[in-house]
């Protein structure tokens, strides 16, 4: 995968890497500046960057104990890429275990991302379960690299399977992994299975969906069920599961190459068909 850096006016390059859009700046009162992404025009902000952007933000404000497992987001308003996003931290609660917060990414005066999470102390000795096992397809040394927008993903490899599910476009199912080592730190890590969970789309597999088009994502939620490290291969499995009323939803989970699942994941999307630029969400 060969990136290029694009140069702001002041001289300073945009990222190529997770680790680099992870990497936030602190501002006063809980409030954290993510730098642009794109100089080259204006597009849209992948939705995981900013996801995983909010949950970095919400992480530098808890005790060092205590790390993300869940996040529960809305996307409002299609962000720019060009410009810098604010993310603005509120301390809900922090308890005995748990620590609650919510975090605002704001553009121009405008929320383009909101989210709650919440980060727990870890306990080892709790009774593990795994309902199902992970599906049975080939490992990612196997298979060839699948070709990614990087200007939206950066670093992020994909491999794709077989599938014996019929898709359309966007791959259900596939092994992804980030290149450059983040950081070693839990939370991190967990921005970087955040980042990873918002790439493709289990609507995919819906009825109808070659006339639908885009899907722009209203809500999205990850549960982070055990430690898991970005930097290696994780396989994606993602499924629809009802479209109606101009939405549709899909869930998925994630798995190591071990075949543990470490993280869930669900999330709602337009589903409808081509509309005027005029007609807003």
């Given at each position: ?65 205590r790390v ?6 809305y ?24 620590s ?7 553009q ?11 980060f ?12 199902g096992?992970?599906p ?11 070709q990614?927008?990087a ?41 970087g ?28 939620a ?60």
């Amino acid at each position: 995968m060969s990136l290029t850096r694009e140069v702001f006016d002041g001289g300073q390059l945009t990222p190529t890497t997770v680790a680099e859009v992870l990497a936030i700046r602190a501002l006063p009162h809980d409030r954290f500046q993510a730098d642009p992404v794109s100089v080259t025009g204006r597009r849209t902000i992948y939705g995981g960057q900013v996801a995983a952007q909010a949950l970095r933000a919400a992480s530098l404000t808890v005790p060092e104990d205590r790390v993300a497992h869940s996040i529960h987001g809305y996307f409002l308003l299609a962000g720019d890429a060009s410009a810098p996003v604010e993310l603005r931290v509120e301390r809900d609660r922090d308890g005995g275990r748990y620590s609650g917060r919510r975090v605002t990414a704001v553009q121009n005066d405008g929320v383009i991302f909101s989210m709650s999470c919440s980060f727990s102390r870890s306990k080892p000795e709790a009774p593990e379960f795994q309902a199902g096992e992970a599906p049975r397809v080939q490992p990612p040394d196997d298979l060839e690299t699948h070709q990614l927008n990087a200007s939206r993903t950066f670093d992020v490899e994909a491999r794709v399977p077989e599938d014996p599910e019929p898709w359309y476009r966007w791959p259900a199912r596939m092994w992804l992994r980030i290149r450059e080592p983040l950081v070693d730190d839990p939370n991190v890590r967990a921005c970087g299975l955040v980042f990873l969970s918002d790439l493709c789309t289990g609507l995919s597999r819906a009825p109808q969906i070659e006339q639908v088009g885009l899907l722009p994502s209203v809500d999205h939620a990850v549960w982070l069920h055990r430690r898991a490290y970005p930097n290696d291969w994780l396989l994606i499995d993602l499924n629809a599961v009802v479209t109606a009323g101009g939405r549709g939803m899909y869930t998925g989970q994630m798995y190591d190459a071990g075949g543990m699942l470490v993280a869930s994941l669900a999330q709602e999307s337009l589903f409808d068909y081509p509309r005027s630029h005029s007609e807003k969400r």
